[in-house]
């Protein structure tokens, strides 16, 4: 068992999402940062998808109520174990007692706790990953509060040295593959989608302004303040399916965002989709920051998405030799 | 629209409509493709999606898809690596579809019409110029199909509205109607089924339990049903 000693709101189990209920209006939910989520969950030698605790709102602490392996992905929230810092991008095995806390990141969005075993809650509909906006999954569909208690799965604990190991965070090792802005602008990578020439030439301030990501933006999507684009006469379409990454333009001119628990279905003209591969990266975009979007095409999203396989690979292949050759050595 | 053909077909990855007859099929980022059937909202065109849906959904590269009013998303397992070969592949499926007729089961949904739930019926008569009682009459005399599922877990989308009760959304949305106001969007009808922000007209309230996550299926309606309201209560 672990114990929530403090949270924010909208502190949530997930795990990689709910396919398969789309056609039934079910958003997929899952991590919004589905590539932290994986990682963590190699690193305490768990399969990729098992749940985890995504934590954006902070200061959040927890105790553990026995002994178990733990790995902090994600934003880098100085974490601590009984006060002993962590670094970041790190797993590391912790006892009966001890109390991991978190402090608000001071870049990025979200952490994620993942443990050797997985969280112990009943999937429904296939996923342990929280519909908010539906009531169910994840912990009774709802976000964590002070004194919930979790059970986590009793698989081997993985041959982790005492004082733990990590990986190269994402963002350094694949640095080549995502685009970076001399002035921290998020770059994010789109592709014009179907409603795009209805905007004309106005659609090119699409690409070249910045859009700061207002304080009325969560999980469910983002909506972007900048310079408005609005088309002629306002066109409302028939009701569609839509997935995360979608780029709508409401009547406002203002862009939206879908995110994690998008919307099945819209009716709002589409300026772009984001490519997949950037969705993990836009996950982790703050409240307040600012982003642009970067035209890209099929073969560029095809580049980036086999260099993060192969650092995924790199990662299965390494992490339970690392881990053994570390064991052994401590054990000298 | 040859201009908007032209910008279109001149962006990669988004190509649009080549004739009024053709189906237009755009992308979402770079694994979900959507196909929209040319001509109006009707049945011929929901049959003929529902049959492009059965036969894309066994694609082994397929992950999920989503059939939508008069269109279907069909979301991939992963970026395809030949873009066009997969569009050409989805627009002859769409040549050869025929349209089918989905085998649904009667739904019947019991309603109160008018009483505190009903905050739009006024502005709804104001629009069409019908009495209160001729509005609801032409809603619960209505044959309606169940054509697509989406917004929220089990939300059904109704095709079969009155022309004469048709009313647009709302530019100021409801920021909190009650889960199970019975609403009219457009040319749509549907049962709210998650209390919050709704720019759908209310003209009635129904008890009926439209999504269960402990069920199989989880959603009480399914493409293909036919619904009808019962007026188990008109309050006026």
Same mark, same amino acid.
């Given at each position: 068992m672990i114990e929530i000693l403090q949270t924010g709101p909208l502190n949530t189990v997930q795990d990689l999402g709910r396919f398969g209920f789309r056609n039934a209006g079910v958003t997929s939910s899952g991590a919004m940062d589905w590539l932290a989520l994986t990682i963590g969950n190699l690193l305490v030698g768990n399969g990729e998808g098992e749940a985890a605790l995504e934590v954006q709102t902070f200061p959040f602490r927890l105790r553990f109520e026995r002994g178990t392996t733990v790995a902090i992905t994600g934003a880098d929230c100085d974490a601590r174990l009984d006060g002993r810092r962590l670094p970041p991008w790190w797993s590391v095995p912790v006892s009966t007692g001890q109390v991991l806390e978190l402090d608000a990141p001071r870049r990025s969005a979200r952490a994620y706790l993942t443990f050797a075993g997985g969280i112990d809650i009943e999937p429904v509909m296939g996923s342990r990953s929280t519909s908010l906006r539906g009531g169910f999954g994840g912990l009774d569909g709802r976000f964590l509060a002070a004194n919930d208690r979790l059970g986590i799965g009793s698989a081997y604990a993985c041959a982790v040295p005492p004082g733990g190991f990590g990986v190269m965070p994402p963002e350094a090792a694949l640095a080549e593959h995502f685009p970076a802005s001399q002035d921290g602008t998020l770059l994010v990578r789109a592709i014009p989608a179907g409603e795009y020439a209805l905007f004309g030439a106005e659609a090119e301030r699409f690409w070249t302004q910045t859009w700061k990501i207002s304080s009325q933006s969560d999980r469910t999507g983002y909506r972007l303040a900048g310079e408005p684009i609005r088309l002629a006469s306002p066109v409302e379409l028939r009701s569609h399916g839509v997935v995360p990454g979608v780029v709508q333009m409401p009547p406002s001119g203002e862009p939206i965002v879908q995110m994690s628990d998008a919307n099945t279905a819209g009716g709002y003209p589409k300026m772009a989709g984001v490519i997949d591969i950037d969705l993990w990266r836009l996950g982790q975009a703050r409240i307040g920051s600012r982003i642009q979007f970067v035209q890209s095409s099929v073969t560029e999203a095809l580049a980036a998405e086999r260099a993060v396989q192969a650092y995924l690979e790199d990662i299965r292949r390494t992490v339970p030799m690392l881990a053994h050759a570390l064991a052994a050595m401590s054990r000298r | 629209m040859t201009f908007m053909q032209s910008n279109a077909l001149s962006t990669p990855a988004s190509i649009s409509t080549v004739s009024a007859e053709e189906p237009k099929i755009s992308v979402i980022g770079t694994a979900a493709y959507l196909i929209e059937a040319p001509g109006a909202f009707d049945l011929p065109a929901q049959r003929r999606i529902w049959a492009l849906a059965h036969a894309v &959904? *066994?694609?082994? &590269? $397929?992950r999920e898809i989503v059939p939508g009013v008069t269109n279907l998303l069909v979301i991939l397992k992963r970026t395809p690596e030949e873009p066009e070969q997969f569009e050409a592949r989805l627009r002859h499926e769409w040549d050869c579809a025929r349209g089918i007729d989905l085998i649904g089961k009667t739904v019947e949904i019991p309603v109160t019409y008018g009483g505190e739930h009903a905050t739009d019926l006024a502005a709804v008569c104001d629009f069409t110029g019908l009495t209160d009682r001729e509005v609801v009459r032409l809603h619960w005399q209505g044959n309606y199909t169940v054509v697509a599922l989406g917004s929220a877990p089990g939300f059904g989308y109704l095709h079969g509205l009155d022309p004469r009760i048709h009313m647009p959304r709302k530019? $100021? *949305?409801?920021l909190r109607m009650l889960k199970g106001t019975v609403t009219i969007g457009g040319m749509q009808t549907g049962v709210s089924v998650l209390t919050g922000p709704n720019g759908w007209n209310s003209i009635g309230f129904a008890e009926l339990q439209m999504f269960d996550p402990m069920k199989n299926p989880p959603a009480l309606l399914a493409p293909g049903d036919k619904v009808r309201f019962v007026p188990e209560r008109i309050e006026l």
């Open positions: - | &959904e *066994p694609w082994p &590269e $397929v530019t $100021v *949305p409801s």
